[in-house]
C-alpha cells in the first residue's frame, strides 16, 4: 500500500517573494481597498488604523525589521524545500485554494480535484508581465510562474481514486479532468501550486495531484469542518492505494492575511500542533475570510495526516507588517512527520 511520508505546510504570501524595500507596494494597495476583513469586522483602512492604534506596528514597519523578517521567511523555506526534496516523494499532493485562476463566477466548486494527465504552468504574456511592473510587481513576477513555461505530470489514478472515496463518504467534489480554457487559451495552474513547485520543489517534475479549495469566494466556501472531513478520507485513500509510492502532502497558503492577527495565529498553530481537532473545526466561518482563508487548506492536511503517527511540528511563524494599520502577512512553515 501507499505511504504518507510527510506532511508540509508553508505560507506563499507575496512579501515572500518581494525585496522588504518594495512591502511599501503592498502596503499602498492596502490603503486603496474599501473593505479589509478583520477578525468578525469589516473596515476601511482608516478605520482599522483607528481600531488598532499602536506604535508598534510603525516599529514594526522600519526596514530593517522588514529586512530581518523577511530573511527568516527565506532561512524557513529553504529548510522547508530542502527536506520535501531530501524525502523524495513519488507524488505530492497539494493542497490549495483557487483565486478565480481556473474557476470563476460561472462555476464555483467548494471542492475540485484535478485528474488530467498533466499540469500547465505557464510563463507572463509579455503585456501581463509589463502589466506587473507597472503596479510594483514585478520583483515577484518568477514566484508562481517559470521564465519559461513548465508541464507537470499528474498522479491521475490517485486523484481519480479521491474523487471516489470522497463522493462515497459524501462529500460532493468536482472533478476537473483537463486544465480549463478561457479567451486567452489554457488557464494557468494556480499560484498556490506554483509557488510550491517553484520554490520548494524548485520544479522537480515530481508527479503531484491538485485538491482545490474554494475559501475565498462566497457564498460556498466550505466550513472548516467539512475541509477536515475531506482531509480525513484523502488520507484513507491514499494509505488504501494499492501502490507502493510514497506520497508527500502539502498545505499551501496562510495564516493570517492581509491584516495580521498574531493572536489568532498562535490560536490556530498551536491547534494544528497539539492536534485540537476540536478548535480547529469549530472556528466561526467569518474568521476565515481574505487570506486567512487559506489557514483551511492546513486544517484539510491536519485531516489527511490525522490518523498517522505523525504530529505537525512549527518551525517558524514570522509576522510581517507592512502599514501602520498592521496590514501584511503571518508567515508560518511547519511539517508533519
Known amino acids: ?10 505560507s506563499h504570501g507575496p512579501l515572500l517573494n518581494l525585496p522588504p524595500e518594495e512591502w511599501e507596494v ?26 488598532r492604534a499602536c506604535d508598534e506596528f510603525i516599529d514594526q514597519c522600519a526596514i530593517e525589521v522588514k529586512r530581518e523578517r523577511h530573511a527568516q ?30 474557476f470563476f ?55 481519480e481514486l ?15 479532468m483537463q ?28 508527479p503531484i495531484v491538485p485538491i482545490l479549495q474554494n475559501t475565498f469566494y462566497p457564498p460556498n466556501q466550505p466550513a472548516p469542518k467539512r475541509c477536515f472531513e475531506l482531509g480525513r478520507v484523502i488520507g484513507q485513500t491514499i494509505r488504501d492505494w494499492k501502490s507502493d509510492k510514497r ?10 492575511h492581509f491584516v495580521v492577527d498574531e493572536e489568532w495565529d498562535h490560536k490556530m498553530l498551536d491547534a494544528l500542533a497539539g492536534g485540537d481537532t476540536a478548535t480547529l473545526i469549530n472556528e466561526p466561518n467569518i474568521m476565515f475570510r481574505s487570506g486567512s482563508s487559506e489557514t483551511k487548506n492546513w486544517i484539510t492536511v491536519a485531516g489527511i495526516m490525522s490518523e498517522t503517527t505523525s504530529a505537525m511540528e512549527l518551525h517558524g511563524y514570522v509576522p510581517c507588517y507592512r502599514s501602520e494599520a ?5 508567515m508560518a512553515f511547519a511539517t508533519w512527520r
Open 26 to 51: 503592498r502596503a499602498n494597495f492596502d490603503r486603496a481597498q474599501p473593505e479589509l476583513a478583520f477578525r468578525d469586522g469589516t473596515y476601511t483602512f482608516p478605520e482599522l488604523a483607528e481600531l
Open 162 to 176: 479521491i474523487v471516489g472515496a470522497a463522493m462515497d463518504a459524501e462529500i460532493d467534489v468536482a472533478a476537473s
Open 73 to 102: 521567511c527565506q532561512s524557513q523555506l529553504d529548510e522547508l524545500g530542502a527536506q520535501l526534496r531530501a524525502a523524495d516523494p513519488d507524488v505530492v499532493l497539494i493542497v490549495g485554494d483557487d483565486q478565480h485562476e481556473w
Open 326 to 330: 498592521g496590514t501584511g502577512s503571518g
Open 247 to 256: 506520497v508527500a502532502v502539502v498545505a499551501s497558503g496562510g495564516i493570517s
Open 1 to 10: 500500500m501507499a505511504e504518507i511520508i510527510l506532511g508540509v505546510g508553508s
Open 105 to 159: 463566477e460561472d462555476t464555483q466548486p467548494a471542492f475540485a480535484v484535478y485528474c488530467g494527465d498533466d499540469v500547465q504552468n505557464l510563463t507572463w504574456s509579455e503585456a501581463a508581465r509589463a502589466e506587473r511592473i507597472k503596479v510594483g510587481r514585478g520583483g515577484d513576477l518568477y514566484s508562481y510562474r517559470p521564465e519559461n513555461d513548465q508541464t507537470y505530470p499528474v498522479e491521475r489514478e490517485l486523484a
Open 179 to 206: 486544465q480549463p480554457t478561457g479567451p486567452d487559451g489554457i488557464r494557468n495552474i494556480g499560484h498556490a501550486y506554483g509557488f510550491i513547485y517553484r520554490r520548494l520543489l524548485q520544479d522537480k517534475p515530481i
